[in-house]
């Protein structure tokens, strides 16, 4: 049982490009979100889903898109990357929107130069 | 806005000891707190929750603290072992809202030898 799967784990940008965080989950969870994690602060939620077909914006969803075509994958797209998005990115998932138990993959540590 | 926070960013313990972590929080409408641990280059791994009706909840070496007067959470953490040294989160959820936990910064525990 793999849990909550990320790739890639490191990735250095340039301003301007685009890219997909990919994020995979095979526990059957509804629930899926995105997090990002910056020096001295807490996760902070940039996007969610409550099931296939179903996304929202969470607190800091600017610069960032995210689709959920399957129970099992939610990628986050970075439009046009800036330097303020030079960030530690989790994706976490859970039973359903009443659990707060989350299962958090290992991080994609992203670089934008 | 509402927010919840760490008092101490560094808590250093001697192996054997035991640890006491606090957090205080600002939103009285939240239904659940939850504490996560972070080992370095991992993703946070769910420790305990509670439910804002409960004053004490006990795991396994883990208790946590919840005094609603003055908004204040704790994890206590008996007999601190080596494997015990990562950050630790403290997070509130309010469910009606959409399960979108708020994170605190952190605190690091270290454990002496």
């Known amino acids: 049982n793999a849990g909550v799967t990320q790739t890639p784990k490191f990735q250095v940008l340039k301003t301007g490009q685009s890219m997909t965080l990919q994020c995979a989950q095979d526990?059957?969870?509804?629930?899926m979100s995105w997090y990002r994690q910056d020096p001295g602060m807490g996760l902070r939620l940039i996007h969610y889903?409550?099931?296939?077909?179903?996304?929202d914006q969470g607190e800091v969803p600017n610069g960032y898109n995210v689709s959920r075509s399957t129970t099992e994958d939610f990628p986050l797209r970075l439009l046009s990357a800036a330097p303020s998005q030079t960030s530690v990115y989790f994706c976490?998932?859970?039973?359903?929107?009443?659990?707060?138990?989350?299962?958090f993959g290992s991080g994609t540590q992203l670089s934008v130069l | 806005g509402e927010s919840v926070g760490l008092h101490l960013p560094t808590l250093s313990v001697q192996e054997g000891d035991n640890s006491i972590i606090n957090c205080a929080y600002s939103?009285?409408?939240?239904?659940?707190f939850i504490w996560y641990k972070q080992e370095s280059g991992k993703g946070p791994q769910f420790i305990i929750d509670?439910?804002?009706?409960?004053d004490k909840r006990q795991g396994q070496r883990v208790t946590v603290l919840l005094n609603k007067t003055v908004k204040h959470l704790s994890l206590q953490i008996a007999a601190t072992q080596p494997g015990d040294s990562a950050v630790y989160f403290c997070?509130?959820?309010?469910?009606?809202?959409?399960?979108?936990?708020?994170f605190g910064g952190g605190t690091r525990v270290l454990v002496k030898p």
């Open positions: 976490a998932s859970t039973r359903d929107r009443t659990n707060e138990k989350l299962f």
């Open positions: 526990m059957n969870h509804e629930y």
């Open positions: 889903s409550v099931g296939a077909g179903i996304t």
């Open positions: 939103n009285s409408a939240s239904d659940y």
């Open positions: 509670i439910r804002s009706n409960m």
């Open positions: 997070a509130e959820n309010k469910r009606a809202a959409g399960n979108k936990l708020t």
